[in-house]
């Protein structure tokens, strides 16, 4: 399974930004799917996740719920994170990751994509 994760940059409070998991590889409709985030001095954290493809069931972190969505599409697995209403404290390098759901971790990982919000 391999993860391509895209979308970040540089936004102020209150916009909004939309990444992007680009997911391939033989058994990745069979997991579930779903981003991570590392703030500067934090341990990483889940954010947000959406089960394998034709389930779509979500998960999401209290911290981004209301104000993120995710989604799956399920001709090719591409996974997104819609994110509104966005706060300096959601300034991290965010993770796309695959595994089993609930996706409490990650079995495979893409590299991050970092996302600024200025206040």
């Known amino acids: 399974v391999q993860l391509q994760a895209s979308g970040g940059g540089l936004v102020q409070a209150g916009g909004s930004l939309r990444l992007s998991c680009a997911a391939s590889?033989?058994?990745?409709?069979?997991?579930?799917i779903g981003w991570f985030r590392q703030a500067p001095g934090k341990e990483r954290e889940f954010a947000a996740g959406i089960s394998r493809r034709g389930v779509g069931s979500t998960r999401y972190a209290d911290s981004v719920k209301g104000r993120f969505t995710i989604s799956r599409e399920n001709a090719n697995d591409t996974v997104y994170l819609q994110m509104n209403s966005l706060k300096p404290e959601d300034t991290a390098v965010y993770y796309c990751?695959?595994?089993?759901?609930?996706?409490?971790?990650?079995?495979?990982w893409g590299k991050g994509t970092l996302v600024t919000v200025s206040s």
């Open positions: 990751a695959a595994g089993p759901w609930p996706l409490r971790g990650g079995t495979y």
């Open positions: 590889g033989r058994t990745v409709s069979a997991y579930a």
